[in-house]
T-cell receptor, first 113, second 113 residues
């Protein structure tokens, strides 16, 4: 079983809509969860981190974590063409004491003007 | 604050040749990661250093890949001999204390012919 799974997409949404990106992970004891954005030909950059169950909002972005379901999501409100990128879910598994960071395969998002 | 520096940005080699990539992390960042990102996939962790010690190299193909971080600052990743399937972007990232955020360099794109 893969450690971090995401819908590969591509996900297409119209400008102004809400984009919903989903991620599941296999290690039930995982403690730290991250969403990175990667534009084509560029390196990943952190957009959200979340450590406890519930929602965390930052501007147009909301991360949601449900540890019981081993599920983390990212909502992008009022999507803009500049949000078109690949979104990578990343997790720190519990069994490591040294902050290993495992990435999922990414979901490609396209925001249509 | 200077970011993570990597070189070279691009490298083209023939199979069975060798190549080396260099990374200089953000000053003061004790944790350094090397990831391999094949086109269309998420980053795969190859090796993680804490200061100058290896804390995880479980996914490093040790028959051909090696890495070192001798003085706990900059790091070198070497591939010898290269195979066609090593064609990828090699990303270096560093992490500072009291934060889960990884800061990535621009990456080194390797093409093996």
């Amino acid at each position: 079983q893969k450690e971090v799974e995401q819908n590969s997409g591509p996900l297409s949404v119209p400008e102004g809509a809400i984009a919903s990106l989903n991620c599941t992970y296999s290690d039930r004891g995982s403690q730290s969860f991250f969403w990175y954005r990667q534009y084509s030909g560029k390196s990943p950059e952190l957009i959200m981190s979340i450590y406890s169950n519930g929602d965390k909002e930052d501007g147009r972005f909301t991360a949601q974590l449900n540890k019981a379901s081993q599920y983390v999501s990212l909502l992008i409100r009022d999507s803009q063409p500049s949000d078109s990128a690949t979104y990578l879910c990343a997790v720190t598994p519990w069994e490591t004491s040294y902050d290993k960071v495992i990435f999922g395969p990414g979901t490609s998002l396209s925001v249509i003007p | 604050e200077a970011g993570v520096a990597q070189s070279p940005r691009y490298k083209i080699i023939e199979k069975r040749q060798s190549v080396a990539f260099w990374c200089n992390p953000i000053s003061g960042h004790a944790t350094l990661y090397w990831y391999q990102q094949i086109l269309g996939q998420g980053p795969k962790l190859l090796i993680q250093f804490q200061n100058n010690g290896v804390v995880d190299d479980s996914q490093l193909p040790k028959d051909r890949f090696s890495a070192e971080r001798l003085k706990g600052v900059d790091s070198t990743l070497k591939i010898q001999p290269a195979k066609l399937e090593d064609s990828a972007v090699y990303l270096c990232a560093s992490r500072g204390p009291n934060t889960g955020e990884l800061f990535f360099g621009e990456g080194s794109r390797l093409t093996v012919l």
